[in-house]
């Protein structure tokens, strides 16, 4: 009788055991949906793996942890029968080694929580987008100069000057916002293709073991449009996926544009170097000059906006070749260096500009200041630094005819004695010797 008991608990052990396995699956089950990342039955294109291997933290510096991207609530995530092509485990590999280097390297937290959102509709800075400190901030401004090119010159209203920017609700902040995404990814695409990058619920990639998974790239759905207009329609009917809260919206658009440029060609602009387009400094990933060169000029080539080659040379495109927006810079280590004539002179008068490593936008309401000279005598720019704790528009008056801030020739504009806010000093690197007075508004940044 003992032996026969023996034999029975042995399977109601094993029993109770698989019953207690299924129970903790389907509690895992219930997190994973909760968090609109639901367990996914669907065909791997590459075969098994682990989602955790590789080494944890591989290429990342002292202090600096990769933290796994948070879940993206349900709503932002495309359904099924939105189409598209799933993601392969080679596309994201080479993601990974062109932003970072490598494969296990991952985004920040900081990174991960970026996305497009504006400040309050129908208000002096209804315009603007919110950009605080961080490695993103160049790539919202770069956005918000074609949200304010949009805005002040291409949509039809009947507003004038800053009222254009001001008289806008959350529909006119989707329709620009729409608008400054297509053209930045059309450009990139040569002006004959775009790529838009969108999250589905699927997972269709698992890892092999020298890619280390993130639970976000894994999950992209890519669509490819032949027709700006039609891409752009498509952001538009998807412009949450972008600007809702959680939507890792900055992360979306950067790989949407890496795709329009495509892997290869990103590649061939960097002329082989291995130079990732994301560095970190001081603890922050923050943007090479190649991926700002991709963004101003769609091409990843830091020559193009260091004073190196125009953008397009070799291309059929001739030497008078000028950007839609611009791009100044100043930085006090680096007074010497400067940007190509097609960024310091773009066809419109808005420039994303480059202070000691910080990024604002400059801008003017008249379409013809960089086409008559004689309106570059005495005119008005505008600023916005991106920085919650700016409340309106910066309005700035410029003289490019009175130089009383050099009275002292002997002394070097820059030293404590005659240093000026870096914008005034940007604002110089295109009107050498013009002065700048900030209509009473405290000067800062």
Same mark, same amino acid.
């Given at each position: #009788?003992?032996?026969?008991?023996?034999?029975?608990?042995? @399977?109601?052990?094993?029993?109770?055991?698989?019953?207690?396995?299924?129970?903790? +699956?389907?509690?895992?089950?219930?997190?994973?949906?909760?968090? &609109?990342?639901?367990?996914?039955?669907?065909?791997?294109?590459?075969?098994?793996?682990?989602?955790?291997?590789? @080494?944890?933290?591989?290429?990342?510096?002292?202090?600096?942890?990769?933290?796994?991207?948070?879940?993206?609530?349900?709503?932002?995530?495309?359904?099924?029968?939105?189409?598209?092509?799933?993601?392969?485990?080679?596309?994201?590999?080479?993601?990974?080694?062109?932003?970072?280097?490598?494969?296990?390297? /991952?985004?920040?937290?900081?990174?991960?929580?970026?996305?497009?959102?504006?400040?309050?509709?129908?208000?002096?800075? !209804?315009?603007?987008?919110?950009?605080?400190? &961080?490695?993103?901030?160049?790539?919202?401004?770069?956005?918000?100069?074609?949200?304010?090119?949009?805005?002040?010159?291409?949509?039809?209203?009947?507003?004038?000057?800053?009222?254009?920017?001001?008289?806008? &609700?959350?529909?006119?902040?989707?329709?620009?916002?729409?608008?400054?995404?297509?053209?930045?990814?059309?450009?990139?695409?040569?002006?004959?293709?775009?790529?838009?990058?969108?999250?589905?619920?699927?997972?269709?990639?698992?890892?092999?073991?020298?890619?280390?998974?993130?639970?976000?790239?894994?999950?992209?759905?890519?669509?490819?449009?032949?027709?700006?207009?039609? !891409?752009? %329609?498509?952001?538009?009917?998807?412009?949450?996926?972008?600007?809702?809260?959680?939507?890792?919206?900055?992360?979306?658009? +950067?790989?949407?544009?890496?795709?329009?440029?495509?892997?290869?060609?990103?590649?061939?602009?960097?002329?082989?170097?291995?130079?990732?387009?994301?560095?970190?400094?001081?603890?922050?990933?923050?943007?090479?000059?190649?991926? /700002?060169?991709?963004?101003?000029?769609?091409?990843?080539?830091?020559?193009?906006?260091?004073?190196?080659?125009?953008?397009?040379?070799?291309?059929?495109?001739?030497?008078?070749?000028?950007?839609?927006?611009?791009? +100044?810079?100043?930085?006090?280590?680096?007074?010497?260096?400067?940007?190509?004539?097609? /960024?310091?002179?773009?066809?419109?008068?808005?420039?994303?500009?480059?202070?000691?490593?910080?990024?604002?936008?400059?801008?003017?309401?008249?379409?013809?200041?960089?086409?008559?000279?004689?309106?570059?005598?005495?005119?008005?720019?505008?600023?916005?630094?991106?920085?919650?704790?700016? #409340? %309106?528009?910066?309005?700035?008056?410029?003289?490019?005819?009175?130089?009383?801030?050099?009275?002292?020739?002997?002394?070097?504009?820059?030293?404590?004695?005659?240093?000026?806010?870096?914008?005034?000093?940007?604002?110089?690197?295109?009107?050498?010797?013009?002065?700048?007075?900030?209509?009473?508004?405290?000067?800062?940044?």
């Amino acid at each position: #009788m003992g032996d026969r008991e023996a034999e029975d608990t042995v @399977p109601q052990t094993h029993l109770e055991e698989i019953t207690g396995k299924i129970s903790d +699956l389907n509690k895992w089950r219930e997190i994973f949906g909760f968090h &609109g990342l639901e367990i996914s039955n669907t065909t791997h294109q590459h075969g098994e793996g682990s989602a955790g291997d590789g @080494p944890s933290g591989a290429g990342e510096p002292v202090g600096l942890q990769s933290v796994p991207l948070s879940a993206v609530p349900r709503a932002l995530l495309l359904s099924p029968a939105t189409g598209g092509k799933p993601i392969s485990l080679e596309m994201a590999m080479g993601l990974r080694k062109l932003l970072f280097g490598n494969v296990f390297q /991952l985004f920040s937290c900081e990174w991960t929580r970026a996305y497009f959102k504006f400040r309050e509709p129908y208000s002096d800075l !209804a315009y603007a987008l919110e950009a605080e400190k &961080g490695g993103t901030r160049a790539i919202l401004m770069v956005v918000q100069a074609h949200i304010i090119k949009y805005l002040l010159f291409i949509r039809n209203t009947e507003y004038s000057h800053l009222e254009r920017l001001s008289r806008i &609700g959350c529909r006119g902040q989707a329709e620009a916002l729409a608008a400054a995404l297509a053209d930045t990814l059309w450009a990139a695409g040569g002006g004959r293709r775009a790529v838009i990058s969108l999250l589905t619920a699927a997972l269709h990639v698992l890892p092999s073991g020298d890619y280390k998974a993130d639970n976000f790239t894994e999950r992209i759905q890519l669509f490819e449009f032949c027709e700006k207009g039609a !891409a752009q %329609e498509f952001i538009s009917d998807h412009i949450n996926c972008f600007k809702g809260e959680g939507s890792h919206g900055v992360i979306l658009f +950067l790989y949407s544009l890496l795709f329009s440029r495509t892997l290869e060609r990103v590649q061939e602009d960097l002329h082989g170097t291995v130079t990732p387009l994301l560095q970190f400094s001081c603890g922050n990933i923050t943007c090479a000059q190649a991926l /700002l060169s991709l963004l101003l000029t769609g091409r990843a080539n830091p020559r193009h906006i260091n004073g190196g080659q125009e953008p397009g040379c070799g291309d059929g495109v001739t030497q008078a070749w000028r950007c839609p927006v611009g791009y +100044l810079r100043w930085d006090r280590a680096r007074v010497e260096q400067k940007v190509c004539r097609g /960024l310091g002179t773009p066809l419109l008068p808005v420039w994303l500009c480059s202070l000691a490593g910080r990024h604002g936008v400059l801008f003017s309401t008249d379409s013809l200041l960089l086409s008559d000279w004689k309106r570059e005598r005495v005119f008005s720019l505008y600023f916005y630094s991106g920085q919650r704790k700016q #409340m %309106e528009t910066a309005p700035l008056r410029i003289d490019t005819h009175s130089h009383h801030w050099e009275e002292n020739r002997g002394e070097d504009p820059s030293s404590p004695g005659k240093r000026r806010p870096p914008i005034e000093m940007a604002i110089r690197t295109k009107w050498a010797g013009a002065t700048v007075s900030w209509n009473g508004t405290d000067p800062f940044f």
